[in-house]
């Protein structure tokens, strides 16, 4: 069952605890797991490579919770759609199908872009190559 309404909710949550002076672009993101929603921000560093993404905090959440499959992500940040930075969209894949729905959502709620991970890492290397 699909918690996007919920999902959409936490995103923009997190997004206002966001840790961004440098650049000044607030991020939030959410992603649901059997029903259950964890979330984060991006957290910036003066030492400016060593910032994190929204989606990195979420995953982060997820894992410490002894989850390990996302059903559904939501970002949220901008004025234009907030897709997941490349490295995101490997981290996500780690735990995820192909066919996982990435919603990128506006600070007001409304989806602006809706992306399968396929569509936006296609051809991905993941865990089954190590087998
Ligand atoms: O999907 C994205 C894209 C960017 N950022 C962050 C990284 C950095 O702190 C700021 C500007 O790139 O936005 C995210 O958290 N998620
Ligand atoms: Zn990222």
């Excluded at 961004?20 to 992603?31: I, T």
């Excluded at 989806?111 to 190559?129: A, K, W």
């Amino acid at each position: 069952m699909s918690v996007l309404p919920l999902l959409i909710q936490e995103a923009i949550k997190a997004r206002a605890k966001a840790y961004a002076p440098y650049s000044r672009f607030s991020v939030g993101s959410a992603l649901s797991c059997d029903g259950l929603i964890y979330s984060g921000c991006n957290v910036e560093n003066a030492a400016y490579p060593l910032g994190s993404c929204a989606e990195a905090g979420a995953i982060s959440a997820m894992i410490m919770a002894g989850m390990r499959k996302i059903d559904e992500v939501v970002v949220v940040g901008g004025d234009l759609p907030c897709t997941p930075c490349g490295g995101c969209r490997q981290k996500l894949r780690e735990f995820a199908n192909p066919d996982l729905k990435i919603y990128m959502v506006s600070a007001q709620g409304d989806v602006l872009l809706v992306r399968t991970l396929e569509q936006l890492l296609p051809d991905s290397f993941g865990p089954d190559h190590l087998v």
